[in-house]
């Protein structure tokens, strides 16, 4: 994921494919490269920690692993919604560890090339920090923003997580 | 400089024995000082040192040759009865045999330090010096031995490890061989002796050793030995739970195909009865192999108090009880500091030189008594001394001059909390600092430690008559008796081990005195603290009037906890919450419920440290 994401950097290397999980997050879609996502669950239980910044919902039991759950929701500023259906969990391996993120839906992976990716416009209306944009996709009638989740746990944003009390 | 060893697995095979044969050694010199007449004691020594010096001119390592060899050479006079055995020799053979497990710790930390050897083996030459002939006249019986195992090792010798034959090289005006001399030596130690000295040895911390030696034994912790008939056991166990796993699918499959449905609860309860056993029994054994003896930690307690008790001019015997009790590897490596500030506090404060305790009508060698031993899921260490034991009046004058605390405090402290008042950093009786105490340090390691080990410590006290500490700490750290507790719907699990007492309370006992919510506890008065508001849940109860009350103890101090009820005691695996939530204050991490939910544990050190 690594290589991929300098690739992106890098306008003239164009042509390789790269595959994308898309999801949606109140009605946007949004785009994470497939190596980043160990898997994909249905909501659970989730056991509230006290004492952290509001958008970490809590931790679930992942099999005998007790990971962080992050509402992307939260995280963006966007408006609280309840879980429904096809709300799911995406677990991702951030900087080294497991972390599980919710979001509203997950609809289906994309193969890109890496020339369709543009740079993120300069504003962006919705609260998403402009650092963790990767870049944004712009096909025939869809627009997925591609998120580099390693950027949003940038080392300010650790500290403030265990400090934020 | 590197240690060039083409046979890594023979390095690792002498680094292992050798640390355990100094371990030992320690041990048997502090017997010896005791009983210099035990022959078998003696040879045993000698032997261990002989073993040791052997293995390490195989290898090439030529300063440990050269340690090793004259300490030989002043064991083996005192082997045949031609020293007597003093205090002096002692102290200078420990101090060879400390310069040679830091000489081991250098090559097990893979680098070859050039170390002032001169200053250890001068002492060691004047025993040497009387009747050096008949000292020699043994020599030629290992010698041969000796001879056959360095061999092999002279001709690759240069080119296997440039750095010290060409330090040698470089410093001496006749390049000879430090292995050379060495064989040479025990044929005329004494002539030879004298000539490794122009070596002008670069001088670094010649001295490190006695104060590196305390904690060193244990940090090669990256194996384990266990008992074969352990692991056998444990192959069993294994074998059990497969086929109680089989005999689970074969359940499964029969009820879903239908036969027998009447009986499925039965077998299932017959069943999960036995997976409870085996399980349990699992964990026991797999715990059983991540224990030590305290052995590990007790044994290098008669050396300190030996030369403590030479330093500080006392007479101390030192007793050790329990020695075989066994406890996580993990409280095993966190212990080692925290006693040797309690020894060294009982020597130091607590014990009185022969002639006060002589006035004061006691006999004249103090006491200090070491002893572990289980109780219940708890280890209770405990050091004792029959000295003086601690005046509370003084302790408050003291921390009073020091500023640590103020007038009103003290008047409203109870002995109890005065005596605690020397954990405090900075505290110190001493009026001036020592190089062994003084500086208000040793007792708050100890806190330190304790705490964080969710240990507690008790003093016991009489004035006069001595004082004793016990700690009592949780046998293991990866899984812990817990008590569930709810607060406000929301579970949380307090570490048994620091759950002191619970009480059902009813909120009119609540007081306030300074902001802080108290209760009335018998004869004390306990902080408490409202989990509800620490960890910020929502609170669903409001019209109770009862509550509970959960009394935890770290270390020295107390608080309690108000939670909404008590669900019950039950034995958890600690999960860890991974990087980005590890410093929460008040969380020390989580378990997963039998439902397969997770619940975080309650850390009591962070909650006692944020509320005082």
């Known amino acids: 994921m690594e290589t991929a994401l300098t690739k992106v950097k890098s306008e003239e290397y164009g042509g390789e494919l790269i595959q994308l999980v898309s999801f949606n997050l109140e009605k946007e879609e949004y785009g994470i490269n497939v190596l980043m996502v160990r898997e994909i669950i249905r909501m659970l239980n989730i056991t509230r920690v006290p004492n952290t910044p509001h958008y970490v919902e809590g931790v679930i039991n992942l099999r005998g692993k007790v990971i962080p759950i992050i509402n992307l929701r939260k995280k963006f500023d966007l408006m609280d919604s309840d879980y429904d259906k096809r709300t799911r969990i995406m677990v991702m391996e951030v ?41 944004v996709i712009n096909q025939a009638e869809r627009l997925l923003v591609l998120l580099d989740l390693e950027k949003m746990f940038s080392a300010d944003e650790r500290r403030l997580f265990s400090n934020v009390a | 400089m590197a240690i060039d060893c083409e046979d890594q697995e023979l390095l690792d095979g002498f680094l292992a024995e050798t640390t355990e044969l100094l371990e030992k050694l320690d041990d048997d010199l502090i017997s010896l000082e005791k009983s210099p007449e035990d022959a078998d004691l003696m040879n045993r020594i000698f032997r261990s040192i002989h073993t040791v010096k052997g293995a390490s001119s195989f290898l090439g390592f030529d300063m440990l040759v050269k340690v090793t060899h004259k300490t030989e050479d002043v064991l083996n006079r005192l082997r045949k009865l031609e020293l007597t055995l003093t205090p002096e020799i002692m102290d200078v053979i420990l101090e060879a045999v400390d310069l040679v497990k830091t000489l081991v710790a250098d090559i097990k930390g893979g680098d070859i330090i050039e170390r002032d050897l001169e200053g250890t083996i001068g002492k060691l030459i004047p025993f040497l010096s009387e009747n050096a002939v008949e000292a020699t006249v043994l020599a030629p019986v290992f010698a041969p031995k000796e001879e056959k195992a360095a061999a092999p090792a002279e001709t690759p010798a240069p080119a296997a490890e440039p750095e010290p034959t060409a330090a040698a090289q470089a410093a001496q005006p006749a390049p000879q061989e430090p292995k050379a001399e060495a064989k040479a ?136 009880y329990g020695e075989e009790t066994e406890l996580d590897r993990s409280v095993v490596d966190e212990i080692g500091d925290p006693l040797i500030h309690l020894i060294r506090n009982a020597l130091d404060h607590g014990l009185e030189t022969p002639e006060q305790r002589l006035a004061a009508g006691k006999e004249r060698n103090g006491t200090v008594v070491l002893s572990a031993a289980h109780e219940g899921n708890q280890i209770v260490i405990s050091i004792k001394d029959n000295g003086r034991g601690i005046d509370p009046d003084k302790i ?107 009480m059902r309370v009813s909120k009119k006992e609540f007081h306030m005195i300074g902001g802080q919510e108290v209760l009335k506890l018998r004869d004390s008065v306990l902080p408490l603290l409202r989990l509800q508001q620490t960890f910020g849940c929502n609170e669903v109860y409001t019209d109770r009037d009862t509550c509970y009350v959960v009394i935890v103890g770290v270390a020295e101090k107390r608080i309690g906890l108000i939670v909404t009820r008590l669900l019950g005691q039950q034995e958890v695996a600690i999960k860890s919450l991974g990087k980005f939530l590890s410093n929460l204050p008040g969380i020390g991490g989580s378990t997963i419920m039998g439902d397969g939910r997770v619940a975080l544990i309650v850390d009591p050190i962070g909650l006692v440290g944020g509320a005082a």
Do not use: W
């Open chain 2, 396 to 502: 408050a004058k003291k921390a009073l001059d020091k500023g640590l605390v103020t007038d009103e405090q003290v008047a409203a402290m109870g002995t109890r909390e005065i005596l605690d008042l020397i954990f405090l950093p900075g505290f110190s009786t001493k009026e001036q600092t020592t190089d062994l105490s003084g500086r208000g340090v040793g007792m708050d390691v100890v806190r330190t430690n304790i705490r964080k080990l969710n240990g507690i410590i008790e003093i016991k006290n009489e004035v006069g008559h001595g004082s004793e500490f016990i700690l009592k700490l949780p046998l293991t750290l990866a899984i812990i008796q817990s008590l569930l507790v709810e607060v406000e719907k929301e579970v949380y699990s307090i570490p048994l081990a620091s759950v002191i007492e619970t």
């Open chain 1, 95 to 135: 900087v080294g560890e497991l972390m599980g993120f919710i979001v509203d839906e997950v609809s289906e992976v994309i193969r890109i090339s890496e020339k369709e990716i543009q740079p993120p416009p300069p504003v962006v209306s919705s609260g998403i920090e402009q650092e963790c944009m990767a870049g």
């Open chain 2, 185 to 320: 030596e025990p044929a005329a130690s004494q002539q030879v002796a004298p000539a490794p000295q122009p070596k002008p040895q670069p001088v670094k911390e010649p001295q490190k050793a006695p104060a590196k030696g305390g904690g060193d034994d244990l940090a090669d912790n990256s194996t384990v030995r266990v008992d074969v008939k352990r692991l056998d056991d444990l192959m069993n166990q294994v074998g059990e739970l497969v086929l109680e796993r089989n005999r689970m699918i074969q359940l499964h499959s029969d009820y879903q195909t239908g036969l027998n449905p009447a009986e499925f609860g039965d077998d299932f309860g017959k069943l999960s009865k036995r997976l409870n056993f085996v399980t349990s029994e699992l964990q026991m054994q797999v715990l059983k192999m991540r224990m030590l003896p305290v052995e590990k930690v007790f044994k290098k307690f008669p050396r300190i108090v030996r030369n403590l008790a030479r330093d500080l001019g006392k007479e101390v015997d030192l007793v050790i």
